[in-house]
């Protein structure tokens, strides 16, 4: 069976903007509300969260929506995938998508997340 799938795919580093993004080596909580120690990566973090939040996940949001209209489309995967900093921003994307409050989780159900990562460097903390 044909999976109906999604590609979400985050360039490598590029600019000195990426070069800055990549040693920015402190450390962040991921979301104010979430109290479990885990720590992320603060450049990747901030310039993946405001990625996030105005053009990928209301982008997907969007295209799962209108997929689901006619149910031959229906969205069944969506592969998140990146090379070295690209790698990083997938990692981030798809645990924005599970735990970001501002996220409609009610949109993803059902569907299947693959992360694809080609020299990503760590990203938690």
């Known amino acids: 069976k044909r999976k109906n799938t999604v590609w979400v795919v985050f360039g490598g580093s590029s600019s000195i903007q990426d070069v800055v993004t990549n040693v920015n080596f402190a450390t962040c909580p991921p979301f104010d509300d979430m109290d479990s120690g885990l720590k992320v990566h603060a450049g990747m973090w901030t310039n993946l969260k405001d990625l996030m939040l105005n053009r990928i996940a ?15 489309n229906k969205v069944e995967t969506i592969v998140l995938t990146g090379h070295s900093l690209g790698g990083a921003y997938a990692i981030l994307a798809r645990f924005f998508l599970a735990f970001s409050s501002t996220v409609n989780q009610s949109k993803f159900r059902g569907i299947d997340f693959h992360v694809v990562t080609f020299g990503a460097p760590l990203v938690f903390a």
């Open 58 to 72: 209301p982008c997907l949001e969007s295209n799962i929506a209108s997929c689901c209209e006619n149910a031959t």
